[in-house]
């Protein structure tokens, strides 16, 4: 038996929840935060439920941290000499490599200290230990869930919690002029699923307007061919590597062997995407990459991934499923043709 905390986008986490049934009989949840926060009782063993989730990794199950421990919460001075003590007794992990501490608190909680709070005092105590701590790509994480009577607390590297952010929640620096929201979907993307753009040559952009991903795309020093009826902003005409088509996609064409990276961000319907995508895929080069979003339609989300996987899969092997941080109302695939 194990205990862990998983974590959804806001609204998923039933999503998450469902996925993790269909592969765990008997698993047992508590809902922490509505439709994003979940407490799992587990009967596997913590290896067990790591191997499970690393080698069938859900959907829309965005973070999740095992319940090593449960401390009660008393509201004072003492939450944080007992976190501290926790941190002394666990010596060995602390020399073992460098340790990030991530907090999260539910609103109201009773536990009185800051995410801020809580890391210098147990940043204190690990290098006193003699270990060292970190914010960015730590050897493992030290994760406390501030709930409403107790603190939940875990260790976990950031591949078993699936994400080196507190609760999976990655945060990009906005930047000034920046054209739309979507392009933190594939820079995330990017990171997510280690598929590093500046390796591609001449890429392909289906429903690219306004043209944040075009832009991220020749930042990372691509041609770029875009395609959207709707208008791409205008600084992108500075960049001579690009290509606009104002047109649909489906009255497009191009030679064989031309892109060795497609990206689609339509948000449409997603089985006419699925098809859009399939007339484009002699214009790819073999073992060319796809970074795709699905839109999750009202009715049965599963099934329509499901449905739209298996249409792709006649040209592409499905490399990872994902609904991203940035992901609204949709996953991302990531694809390799065939
Ligand atoms: C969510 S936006 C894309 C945002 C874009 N990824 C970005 O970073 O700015 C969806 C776009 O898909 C375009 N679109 C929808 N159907 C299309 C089609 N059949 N052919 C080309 N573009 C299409 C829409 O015009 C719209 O601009």
Redesign the pocket.
């Known amino acids: 038996m194990s205990h862990w905390i998983g974590t959804a986008n806001h609204g998923f986490a039933s999503l998450a929840m469902e996925e993790l049934r269909r592969q765990i009989n008997g698993i047992k949840f508590t809902q922490l935060i509505a439709g994003e926060v979940f407490k799992m009782e587990v009967p596997l063993s913590r290896e067990e439920m790591l191997d499970l989730i690393q080698t069938n990794e859900p959907i829309f199950l965005r973070h999740i941290q095992p319940i090593d421990r449960a401390l009660p919460i008393h509201g004072n001075a003492d939450d944080l000499q007992a976190l501290s003590e926790l941190m002394r007794g666990a010596r060995m992990r602390c020399e073992e490599g460098t340790t990030a501490i991530h907090l999260r608190r539910l609103d109201g909680t009773p536990f009185i200290y800051s995410a801020a709070d809580t890391k210098a005092v147990l940043d204190a105590v690990i290098m006193e230990l003699g270990g060292e701590t970190t914010m960015q790509s730590p050897d493992q994480i030290f994760s406390i869930f501030a709930a409403a009577e107790e603190l939940y607390v875990g260790w976990g590297t950031p591949s078993e919690q699936l994400s080196d952010w507190p609760g999976g929640a990655v945060r990009f620096q906005r930047e000034e002029g920046q054209?739309?929201r979507?392009?933190f979907k594939l820079l995330e993307a990017e990171r997510a699923f280690k598929v590093y753009f500046e390796t591609f040559r001449e890429a392909l952009d289906?429903?690219?307007?306004?043209?944040?991903?075009t832009h991220l795309l020749l930042e990372r020093g691509l041609r770029v061919t875009a395609?959207?009826?709707?208008e791409l902003h205008p600084t992108l005409a500075a960049y001579p590597r690009l290509t606009k088509m104002k047109k649909?996609?489906?009255d497009v064409n191009f030679p064989a062997n031309t892109f060795d990276l497609l990206v689609c961000?339509?948000?449409?319907s997603p089985m006419q995407m699925a098809k859009?995508v399939l007339e484009k895929t002699d214009a790819l080069t073999d073992g060319a990459t796809a970074i795709i979003t699905i839109k999750l339609m009202h009715k049965k989300p599963l099934q329509t991934i499901r449905d739209v996987i298996s249409k792709l899969e006649t040209a592409f092997e499905l490399k990872k499923a994902k609904q991203l941080f940035h992901n609204r109302d949709e996953i991302t695939l990531y694809l390799v043709k065939r």
């Open positions: 054209i739309s979507a392009k289906i429903g690219a307007a306004p043209g944040g991903w395609i959207d009826p709707a649909n996609a489906s961000d339509m948000s449409w859009l």
